[in-house]
């Protein structure tokens, strides 16, 4: 048996029984010991390592909400607003008005040899435009023959050309809730969540998810997992098709794969019967493996705030915009919650607005009423917009919160002044309210409908910066050190996993995050430019 011991000028275990270490000892994959390099090599012959000798360790940070499709959107063009990280070594600029948007789109076709190749780009998000809408107009400038597919940064809308709406059968007769309109009743080429979506997803093969779990897509989403100092991310909404589930296994198995994955098979209603998905996600729990782990259920409640498909109690959204769109009918939902629940499975659930928080802790209730079960962990993402009565209810229930406190630096003015109004929008994200009532937390960035980075996820809680330099909520700010518990064991608690990862203790896997300073040594507000200097996974630097 071969122990390497690791020294680093600090180690933070995030265990609150030893939080602090110089030296940490490895064999088989799994953490040995911690402590002092005495400690350490009780446990007999070993290797010493210094590489991180004048670096700090800290457990690998547990991404509880991404997509796959963050490593896959990076073969198309992008035209969201802010400047984003790509794959190591570049930088997508940002696209500030429509015309860019529609230039960076013609770059793109003009690489295209193949006149019927559906254009397909992403990152784009209206409401950084004020009222102005981009329609068929602006993108039947970029091809009138050549579908062009806009994915919006959100993923609960699409924009379109004329191509695309003609060749999906998309008409003014078209009875698709979600279908926007010119004045006249025709389609105007945005599409709002997924039945509306459905219809160009099938024209282009299902293009954006399929090429999340393609072997190139596999591939930079490890990059970028390696380049945040993630070892451990959940694929919230994974269903891939047999291909992309055969490419799972082959990538992730191998040795040189940086991260382990936690797929979430989506259950939405048009997909499969719940039976045979049930049926599917036990065949692929039977096949986990320590780097791809099945089990959990994404369900969908709403849409997207800032995409105005949210669904708000009153008083409604602060513009004035209509209510949003329910992608499971609350009758369906608690149906769903029901059977995922009595079958055994971990339910994490999206509800963004309030009233979709109520309907989904509805269904919780009358599906743990029914079917009693200790320990569930079932988990509401983003929640973005949870109240005090609501996290009460949560805590009482045992249900998990998964934070999406990215939205307070990207979209917290527009909340403010569009889609929440001032008062609503302080509560955004309300970790310290969360800890004080106690319910678990995590925190995501969704990834890519923000770039994939825990430490600047943990920064917005902690300081709750707009885009504009405002601090929104001052009152929700929680400190570093429960950040940092949120990216590490406050995910891997979400994702039934922290008796394996979100520390460093004996018995859990080697996984490390390297950073080149200690976050809870300096300003708060350099948590997020911290740099991440790589990361070990199953003992073993990648």
């Known amino acids: 048996m071969t122990t390497t011991i690791y020294a680093a000028r600090s180690i933070l275990t995030l265990n609150p029984m030893q ?29 010493l390592d210094e590489r991180y000798a004048d670096q700090v360790l800290m457990p690998g940070l547990v991404e ?59 990152g784009f998000d ?3 435009f004020g009222t102005a809408r981009i329609t068929t107009a602006h993108l039947d400038r970029v091809s009138t023959t050549r579908p062009v597919v806009i ?28 279908v926007a309109r010119f004045a006249d009743g025709r389609p105007n080429g945005e599409l709002q969540e ?37 070892t451990t991310s959940a694929d919230l909404g994974n269903d891939p098709s047999e291909e992309g589930y055969a490419n799972l296994l082959r990538v992730t198995a191998a040795p040189d794969f940086p991260v382990r994955l936690v797929p979430g098979a989506m259950a939405l209603n048009n ?96 599906a743990l009423a029914r079917h009693p079960r200790r320990d ?13 009565a609501q996290l009460r209810r949560m805590a009482a229930l045992g249900v998990c919160a998964n934070l999406f406190t990215n939205h307070l630096y990207y979209w917290g003015e527009a909340h403010l002044t ?41 920064w917005c809680a902690v300081n709750r910066v707009t885009s504009a330099g405002r601090v929104l909520g001052p009152a929700e700010r929680i400190t570093v050190a429960q950040a940092l518990h949120a990216i590490t064991l406050g995910a891997a608690w979400t994702l039934g996993m922290d008796c394996q990862i979100g520390s460093i203790e004996t018995g859990k896997w080697a996984d490390f995050c390297v950073l080149d300073d200690d976050p809870t040594a300096v300003d708060p507000m350099a948590l997020k430019d911290v740099r991440v200097a790589g990361t070990v996974l199953g003992g073993v630097p990648t």
């Open 271 to 366: 997909a499969r019967a719940p039976e045979a998905h049930a049926a599917l996600l036990r065949q692929r729990m039977a096949a986990s493996t320590d780097k791809l782990r099945y089990g959990i259920v994404k369900l969908f409640a709403d849409g997207s705030i800032q995409g105005f498909s949210a669904r708000l109690r009153w008083p409604g959204y602060f513009n004035g915009a209509p209510n949003g769109i329910w992608n499971q009918s609350p009758e369906q939902l608690k149906a769903s919650v029901d059977f995922f629940h009595a079958q055994g499975f971990h339910l994490h659930i999206h509800a963004n607005g309030d009233e979709a928080i109520d309907v989904a802790l509805d269904a919780l209730q009358a």
């Open 194 to 230: 997924f039945a509306a979506m459905f219809p160009i997803l099938k024209l282009i093969g299902n293009g954006f998810r399929s090429t999340g779990t393609s072997e190139a897509g596999l591939r930079t989403f490890g990059a970028l997992a390696r380049q945040a100092g993630v």
């Open 126 to 128: 209206p409401i950084f």
């Open 151 to 178: 994915l919006h940064a959100s993923h609960h809308l699409m924009n379109v050309n004329g191509a695309a709406l003609r060749a999906a059968g998309i008409d003014s007769s078209c009875e698709i809730e979600g």
């Open 376 to 388: 569930h962990r079932h988990t509401l993402q983003h929640c973005q917009m949870v109240d005090e």
């Open 64 to 122: 509880g909400h991404a997509h796959l499709t963050a490593g896959g959107l990076a073969q198309y063009a992008y035209v969201g607003f802010h400047p984003r990280p790509a794959p190591p070594g570049l930088q997508w600029p940002g696209c500030t008005d429509f015309d860019a948007v529609v230039a960076q789109l013609q770059q793109a076709e003009r690489t295209l040899a193949d006149p019927q190749e559906p254009l397909l780009a992403w």
């Open 19 to 47: 939080p602090t270490a110089t030296h940490v000892a490895v064999r088989d994959g799994r953490i040995l010991a911690v402590g002092d390099l005495e400690r350490c090599a009780a446990w007999g012959t070993y290797a």
């Open 418 to 458: 569009q889609t929440m109004g001032p008062d609503r929008a302080h509560r955004l994200d309300p970790c310290a309210s969360a800890l004080r009532l106690g319910v678990p937390l995590a925190m995501h960035s969704d990834a890519p409908i923000t770039p994939l980075a825990p430490l600047f996820t943990a």
